[in-house]
C-alpha cells in the first residue's frame, strides 16, 4: 500500500480538501472545506477510539491464566485489531482528540483543515491544517501548515509543529517555523494530558514567527552559490548522517546516491528549478533537499511519507534548514 496508508476499512484512510491536488497517488476520500470535524472522521476512516485492555498470559507455572497490570494492549474498537503493548500510564489521545483541535481552530477562522489520515493500520494519524495565506518568495511560492500527530505503538509522542509547503511541488520544510519561544514545535510525552489550550499557547498561534520565516526565506532566495560554496554545504549536511555514523572523507559523501541526486536536482532537474528564486541560490539548493527526501529518497514508496514527516527524513530537513539559517544570517 502507498505510503504506508492505513487500509484497515478496505479504503484508503486519509481524507483531503475538496478542489485541492490530489494527493498520494489519488487515493482517500474528498472532503468539503467547511464540513464538520465528523464528516472528516468519517472519510478519514477514522471513525474508531484506541481501546486498552491489561496484557494476559497463560503461565506454564500456575497452569492458569495470569494478568500482567503493569502492561496494557492497546486495539481498535472498530475490528478489534492490536496497535501496541504499552504502559500501564501511556495516556492515548485519540483521533477525535486530533480532529477536534483543528475543528476549534477552524471555528475561529485560524485554521482550515486540509488533509487527515492514518498510516501503519492506525498506530500513526495525523491531521494537516491550513494557517493563512501563501507568502511569496521572490517568483515562487509557499504555503504554511500547521501538523499535528500521534502515535499508538509508543514509537512517537503528540506532536503539533509549524511546517510549510512549497506549493509548486509540495515539499515540506519541517521546524522552518518558531514561536516566540523560539519552539519549533510542541512536543506531549503520552505519560501527560494531552491539553489543547496549552498547545495553542505554546505553539503561539498568532505565527509571528511566519513573518520571520518569510524574511528568511527570501534572504535565501537572493543568496547566489557558487560550486564550492554548494558543495561545502552538502558535507555539512550529509556528514551527520552517514551511514552507521562513521565520518567519511568528502570524495565518499560526494559518490553518495543523496549527494549526486540533490545536485542534478538543484542544477535544473528539480520542479520549478527554472524560476529566479530557485536558480542556483540557496532557496534552491534547500528545495531540491526537500524535494530528494519527499519524493525520492528510499527504495520503497511505502515509508516515504512517514520518514519525510516523523522519521530520519524530518531530521535531515530540519538539518538543512539549520545550515542554510546559517548561511544567511
Avoid at 554548494?230 to 548522517?241: G, I, V, Y
Avoid at 519524493?295 to 520503497?300: D, N, P
Wanted: aromatic share 10%.
Amino acid at each position: 500500500m502507498a505510503h504506508q496508508i492505513d487500509f484497515t476499512t478496505g479504503q484508503a484512510a486519509i481524507a483531503y480538501v475538496t478542489g485541492s491536488e490530489t494527493p498520494w497517488h489519488g487515493l482517500g476520500q474528498t472532503v468539503d472545506p467547511h464540513a464538520p470535524v465528523e464528516v472528516w472522521q468519517m472519510a478519514a476512516q477514522l471513525e474508531w477510539q484506541a481501546l486498552r485492555a491489561e496484557v494476559q498470559f497463560d503461565s506454564s507455572v500456575s497452569g492458569g491464566r495470569e494478568t500482567y497490570t503493569d502492561k496494557h494492549v492497546l486495539y481498535r474498537s472498530d475490528c478489534g485489531a492490536p496497535l501496541s503493548v504499552v504502559s500501564s500510564d501511556y495516556r492515548v489521545v485519540q483521533p477525535a482528540d486530533i480532529l477536534h483541535f483543528f475543528g476549534e481552530l477552524a471555528q475561529a477562522k485560524q485554521f482550515s483543515i486540509e488533509t487527515v489520515g492514518a498510516l501503519m493500520a492506525g498506530r500513526r494519524i495525523w491531521a494537516l491544517g491550513r494557517v493563512g495565506d501563501n507568502a511569496r518568495i521572490l517568483d515562487d511560492e509557499v504555503a504554511p501548515y500547521l501538523l499535528l500527530a500521534t502515535s499508538y505503538d509508543g514509537t512517537m509522542a503528540t506532536v503539533a509543529r509549524f511546517t510549510t509547503i512549497r506549493v509548486v511541488c509540495n515539499n515540506t520544510l519541517q521546524a522552518c517555523l518558531r514561536n516566540a519561544s523560539s519552539q519549533r514545535q510542541v512536543t506531549i510525552s503520552h505519560q501527560a494530558i494531552f491539553d489543547p489550550k496549552e498547545v495553542r499557547a505554546d505553539l503561539g498561534i498568532a505565527l509571528d514567527a511566519w513573518d520571520e520565516f518569510q524574511h528568511k526565506a527570501g534572504l535565501m532566495a537572493q543568496r547566489k552559490l557558487s560550486t564550492l560554496e554548494t558543495d561545502a554545504w552538502l558535507l555539512d549536511l550529509f556528514q551527520p548522517f552517514m551511514p552507521y555514523g562513521q565520518t567519511y572523507s568528502p570524495e565518499q559523501v560526494r559518490k553518495s546516491k543523496g549527494y549526486r541526486r540533490i545536485v542534478d536536482l538543484f542544477a535544473g532537474e528539480m520542479i520549478g528549478g527554472a524560476q529566479d528564486a530557485t536558480d542556483k541560490t540557496l532557496w534552491g539548493l534547500l528545495n531540491a533537499t526537500t524535494e530528494y527526501i519527499d519524493h525520492e529518497k528510499g527504495r520503497m514508496q511505502d515509508n516515504r511519507l512517514n520518514a519525510a514527516w516523523f522519521g530520519p527524513g524530518a531530521r535531515f530537513k530540519d538539518h538543512a534548514f539549520a545550515l542554510a539559517e546559517k548561511l544567511v544570517a
